[in-house]
């Protein structure tokens, strides 16, 4: 039993401190981007780049908006790296997609000044990093709550030996 609680522990710490790990690299790469992309800017989806993942009946497409702004007067249209939300239904061997965030929309936007084509979108970013972090948090959290009583208190625990007088 107890060597079962060892692994549970160490298995859904691991776990945990990987997510730990992949949120921090997120973080990381948010610091950079924000630090570099200092100028705020309104960008339109000017279309979507398709892109088909996966094979065979697990294939799906995935939508990557192209961001038409101007910086200093000059235009700019850039393929953001991350797929935009959308929604597919099936109909008859017909599927049908509609984009949540429609072409020609507005949008907020951050943009490196000194490579106007280094584009952020601040909510969508700091959202990448809250799921790995909440995620490794609560795995964290699972592998100290799966300790039995005497092992946390393991610290404060005395061993008493038992003397027999003869």
């Given at each position: 039993m107890e060597r079962f609680l060892n692994v549970?522990?160490?298995?859904?710490l691991a776990f945990?401190?990987?997510f730990v790990v992949i949120a921090f690299v997120y973080l990381r790469r948010y610091l950079k981007i924000n630090k570099a992309c200092t100028k705020h800017v309104t960008a339109s989806i000017a279309d979507y780049d398709s892109e088909i993942k996966g094979h065979g009946s697990k294939r799906e497409t995935r939508f990557y908006p192209v961001l038409s702004y101007t910086v200093n007067g000059k235009q700019y249209?850039?393929?953001?790296?991350t797929a935009l939300p959308s929604v597919t239904v099936g109909i008859g061997g017909f599927k049908l997609t509609k984009h949540i965030n429609k072409?020609?929309?507005?949008m907020e936007i951050q943009v490196d000044p000194d490579d106007p084509?280094?584009?952020a979108i601040p909510a969508k970013s700091i959202a990448l990093l809250s799921i790995p972090l909440l995620l490794g948090l609560l795995?964290?959290?699972a592998a100290f709550i799966?300790?039995?009583?005497?092992?946390?208190d393991a610290g404060a625990v005395?061993?008493?030996e038992e003397t027999t007088e003869e």
């Open positions: 549970q522990f160490f298995g859904l945990g401190l990987i249209k850039t393929r953001y790296h072409k020609r929309e507005k084509k280094q584009i795995f964290v959290f799966t300790l039995p009583r005497d092992a946390r005395v061993n008493i």
